[in-house]
């Protein structure tokens, strides 16, 4: 009896121990899955683009967060489709089962982001637009003899960084008054962080990026002094807090700007170390924007 019991509590554990592996595995993949489709990005900008009109202060409208979302699952599934080359060196793991359906998603994404922003005016189409025009030229060649944007000496990493700060920080002033300065100190802000998060993936992408011909910052100066030229970056967000002191501007939200830079700071020192660990670059760094506006919400009410 005790030996039957021993084999019906030792297959008892064997089947605990499958289900919990079995548990794991899906939600490793539903983590993959969220990741590469690009809805981690979208709802990241989407709380960038509330972090922003909580320093504007002002009330951001759901329409405008609605055409963010979309309009970053066109961009970034647009991306995609067109950087197959380094992407197959950078991402070995990544899975290609979804490959077929990004140019349906980019279609349909943009379609309903400039359909909505035709409704709301040229304005708010125009400025929706950006990001595509930027991105087309960024990753198709058009001429023979014209470099893509990416094949530029850091261009890449500016055409990026400011295509999307120039839509999380303009949209939201379509339909609220917002003085001319806090708008600039607001891209400045948005833009520094930004840039910052492409090229630690750009160090991450490096054996990629050299195969297809891009020139990024990191291929240029090398890992180590790609470090110091982030650090330098991000220090410049030291000058930001000193002008809204002296201008009594974004006074309360300086707590949360702060850890924004404290932040970035981690994210330049571990991954310029570990830059073989791009899954969790991928769910850390993009994923910045909703740790600001959670500790935002929670705190700054």
């Not at 960038?48 to 002002?58: A, D």
């Not at 490959?99 to 982001?113: G, N, P, V």
């Not at 379509?174 to 910052?196: D, G, H, S």
Request: proline fraction near 3%; aromatic fraction near 14%; hydrophobic fraction near 50%.
């Amino acid at each position: 009896m005790s030996g039957a019991g021993s084999y019906s509590e030792m297959n008892s554990k064997r089947v605990q121990k499958s289900k919990s592996k079995n548990l794991k595995d899906t939600l490793g993949k539903a983590a993959h899955t969220f990741v590469t489709t690009s809805l981690l990005m979208a709802i990241n900008s989407v709380l960038i683009v509330y972090f922003s009109t909580r320093l504007y202060e002002i009330t951001v409208e759901p329409i405008i967060l609605l055409q963010v979302f979309f309009t970053n699952i066109a961009v970034y599934s647009l991306n995609k489709i067109t950087d197959k080359t380094e992407d197959s060196i950078n991402k070995p793991n990544q899975n290609t089962k979804f490959q077929k359906y990004f140019s349906i998603s980019a279609t349909i994404c943009y379609s309903i982001t400039l359909i909505i922003g035709i409704l709301d005016g040229l304005a708010f189409f125009f400025v929706l637009l950006t990001p595509l025009i930027i991105g087309f030229i960024y990753s198709v060649k058009i001429f023979k003899n014209v470099p893509r944007l990416k094949e530029i000496l850091g261009v890449k990493s500016l055409a990026v960084a400011c295509s999307l700060t120039f839509t999380f920080t303009i949209l939201p002033t379509l339909t609220n008054t917002v003085a001319p300065e806090k708008i600039a100190l607001v891209f400045t802000y948005i833009f520094i962080q930004l840039f910052i998060n492409v090229i630690i993936f750009d160090i991450i992408d490096m054996p990629g990026d050299k195969k297809a011909n891009i020139k990024t910052i990191p291929l240029y100066l090398g890992k180590k002094r790609t470090a110091y030229f982030l650090y330098i970056v991000n220090s410049l967000l030291l000058i930001w807090i000193s002008v809204c002191f002296a201008y009594g501007t974004c006074i309360k939200y300086l707590p949360v700007t702060v850890f924004g830079m404290l932040y970035s700071y981690v994210l330049i020192w571990y991954f310029t170390k570990n830059s073989d660990k791009r899954f969790l670059a991928e769910v850390i760094v993009d994923s910045e924007g909703i740790l600001i506006a959670t500790i935002l919400w929670l705190i700054i009410r």
